[in-house]
């Protein structure tokens, strides 16, 4: 098959620590999945170009040769920053030397990261990022700045890694009925990652018959498929119930829908998503 038509998993590093855990991420689901790997560094030309004073005096020719100058620096940033970046992928790829993927591929390309990610949308099968890049990498409680972005830009699988990464032996699948929760009951049943996976199929509702019903209705898939699975219904705030049962539970892993339908900004910010993303201290894989 074309390398254009294939579906990859594509994992978005930077250069914080944060990187080799989203790389170990990625290259776990390749393997699960069997599918290619591609490892993405972005190029941001963004702030390389100092602007210009044309309100000074200059002598003649002094004005052409500021722009020369700057020219002829910009020029050297961006090699610098294109060397830096085949570095980080290059050391990326040595560190999964042995590993049984059965193609890894890595690629520069240039824009910031949701740009990148959209011109190569229909290639990609799970996307792997880091909760938090190398501008934030020190501030826990911090969202990464391109994170919404992403999420709100591309429509699939998003695994949102936080922290070392160590294969999920259980995962939480936060559930309310509404189609994207649908979307992520689907993937969980149907995808190969999880066959074999503890799975907490779990509804927040301070109405008990409403809420067993739905779990019971989410049920059947969850049979179908032939998952390991328990239930559990919960009540009070939503993201204080999913998140306290994942610590007392020790949970490796949240899947959430996010991003149904409507104004993709205002759902995203008053989403469970959100609040989830910014509260936990586990990986949360997003369905769209």
């Given at each position: 098959m074309d390398k254009l038509q294939q579906h990859w998993v594509i994992a978005c590093i930077d250069g914080s620590a944060m990187s080799d855990h989203v790389v170990d991420a990625a290259a776990w689901i390749a393997e699960q999945v069997n599918s290619p790997l591609e490892i993405m560094h972005t190029l941001e030309r963004d702030g390389l170009t100092r602007p210009i004073d044309h309100s000074a005096s200059y002598r003649p020719n002094m004005r052409e040769d500021l722009i020369q100058e700057l020219a002829e620096q910009e020029r050297a940033e961006s090699k610098r920053l294109i060397v830096e970046g085949k570095q980080l992928l290059d050391a990326q790829k040595h560190r999964l030397a042995g590993l049984a993927i059965k193609n890894i591929m890595t690629k520069q390309r240039h824009g910031?990261?949701?740009?990148?990610?959209?011109?190569?949308?229909?290639?990609?099968?799970?996307?792997?990022?880091?909760?938090?890049?190398?501008?934030?990498?020190?501030?826990?409680?911090?969202?990464?700045?391109?994170?919404?972005?992403?999420?709100?830009?591309?429509?699939?699988?998003?695994?949102?890694?936080?922290?070392?990464f160590q294969a999920p032996r259980s995962l939480l699948l936060a559930y309310n009925d509404t189609e994207a929760a649908r979307k992520a009951l689907k993937f969980v049943c149907e995808s190969?990652?999880?066959?074999?996976?503890?799975?907490?199929?779990?509804?927040?509702?301070?109405?008990?018959?409403?809420?067993?019903?739905?779990?019971?209705a989410a049920e059947v898939s969850l049979i179908r498929s032939g998952r390991h699975y328990s239930t559990a219904l919960l009540n009070g705030d939503p993201q204080t119930a999913l998140l306290t049962y994942q610590q007392t539970?020790?949970?490796?892993?949240?899947?959430?829908?996010?991003?149904?339908?409507?104004?993709?900004?205002?759902?995203f910010f008053g989403s469970m998503a959100l609040k989830v993303l910014q509260r936990t201290t586990t990986s949360v894989l997003l369905i769209r």
């Open positions: 910031n990261l949701a740009e990148a990610l959209k011109g190569i949308e229909d290639q990609i099968r799970v996307l792997v990022v880091g909760l938090r890049g190398e501008d934030h990498e020190d501030q826990e409680k911090v969202m990464g700045a391109q994170l919404e972005d992403t999420i709100r830009a591309i429509h699939k699988p998003i695994y949102v890694v936080n922290g070392v190969p990652l999880y066959a074999d996976i503890e799975i907490h199929l779990v509804h927040v509702n301070d109405k008990p018959q409403i809420g067993q019903a739905i779990l019971e539970q020790a949970i490796d892993l949240i899947v959430m829908g996010a991003l149904t339908h409507g104004s993709l900004h205002q759902l």
